[in-house]
């Protein structure tokens, strides 16, 4: 199947630093694309969609100045977390949409906010 | 709103065993059924779907059925191997919606 990558894997930053979170599809091209959010033991909370060539659509409960999201390219969706603290600490997941139907997961990005 | 439940891990099961992990879901109409599963260290993978009521995904062994009478879609395998060991999510999307409700994951471990 298509691959979609994320980098960084892993991050570790300190408290009122920004950490920025690139989810490639690396063979396919994606119009939209979905950011999750997991806690521990938690199941997979959709943070937002982002439409390339225009603005982010934002879920209930999400700051949409905290957690920038620019979808520059076909390929290429960005996640900023401004000015980190603790409680963003989680697991990130990004997928791109093929079809209706179809969308390819990334590995995901641990972030440690300390 | 939309939501769904799967069974609270994890499962221990030997190899050769048979696996049932439940997933119950609550929403209006007719939404669209999925399994993903996700292996160490790896993004998560469509295992298998159903689209409407009565329809039975599968996929390496691992079979689903939509009922809608019990708005449940258990997974199943009638003997697992090692190589199965992962996070199992059961997840819906809406009729009119594009991105997917998930449950909070299952974790199978299968020793030989």
């Known amino acids: 199947g298509a691959v979609v990558s994320q980098h960084p894997s892993r991050v570790i930053c300190k408290s009122g630093t920004s950490v920025k979170i690139e989810c490639r599809s690396l063979?396919?091209?994606?119009?939209?694309m979905f950011w999750y959010r997991q806690f521990p033991k938690q199941s997979l909370m959709l943070m937002a969609t982002?439409?390339?060539?225009?603005?982010?659509?934002?879920e209930q409960g999400v700051e949409k100045d905290k957690f920038l999201i620019n979808h520059a390219s076909l390929t290429l969706s960005t996640l900023t977390v401004t000015s980190a603290h603790p409680e963003d600490s989680s697991f990130y997941i990004c997928?791109?949409?093929?079809?209706?139907?179809?969308?390819?997961f990334g590995p995901g990005t641990r972030l440690l906010v300390l | 709103g939309d939501s769904v439940t799967q069974m609270e891990g994890p499962v221990t099961l030997s190899e050769e065993a048979f696996l049932t992990i439940n997933c119950t879901y609550t929403?209006?109409?007719?939404?669209?059924l999925f399994w993903y599963v996700q292996y160490p260290g790896e993004g998560l993978q469509l295992l298998l779907k159903?689209?409407?009521?009565?329809d039975k995904g599968s996929n390496k062994g691992f079979e689903a059925t939509y009922r809608k009478e019990t708005t449940s879609f258990h997974l199943e395998k009638g003997s697992v191997q090692v190589s199965d060991s992962a996070v199992y999510f059961c997840?819906?999307?809406?009729?009119?919606?594009?991105?997917?409700?998930f449950g909070k994951g299952t974790t199978l471990s299968v020793s030989s």
């Open positions: 997928s791109a949409r093929v079809s209706r139907e179809t969308q390819y």
């Open positions: 063979d396919f091209q994606a119009t939209t």
């Open positions: 982002s439409n390339e060539g225009s603005k982010a659509t934002y």
């Open positions: 929403a209006t109409g007719y939404p669209s």
């Open positions: 159903a689209t409407k009521a009565d």
């Open positions: 997840a819906l999307r809406d009729q009119a919606g594009t991105a997917l409700i």
